[in-house]
């Protein structure tokens, strides 16, 4: 791995412990694939600093925990703005 990726992974990680931000919050921040922002924190970055893995796996828990209920919320917002 280069070093490029390592800074890149510690870079995503401490934008999401410090914003308590989603892997889509993150990506869009940072001008990059969720889909890359999600294998640095979930695989890469693991193998990189394993303390500080720990730490994004909690946050990434409690999004994953409070999706449905983010969803929910985005729909209903939706249909207030269509009917007025």
Not at 22 to 49: G, M, P, Q, W
């Amino acid at each position: 791995m280069t070093d490029h990726m390592d800074e890149r992974c510690i870079q995503f990680a401490n934008f999401i412990i410090e914003n308590h931000a989603t892997v889509r919050a993150t990506a869009k921040k940072f001008d990059y694939s969720k889909s890359t922002v999600h294998k640095d924190i979930t695989e890469r970055l693991r193998h990189t600093n394993p303390q500080l893995y720990n730490e994004v796996r909690k946050i990434l828990d409690i999004n994953k925990e409070e999706r449905h209920i983010r969803g929910g919320m985005a729909t209903k917002h939706k249909y207030e703005l269509l009917n007025g």
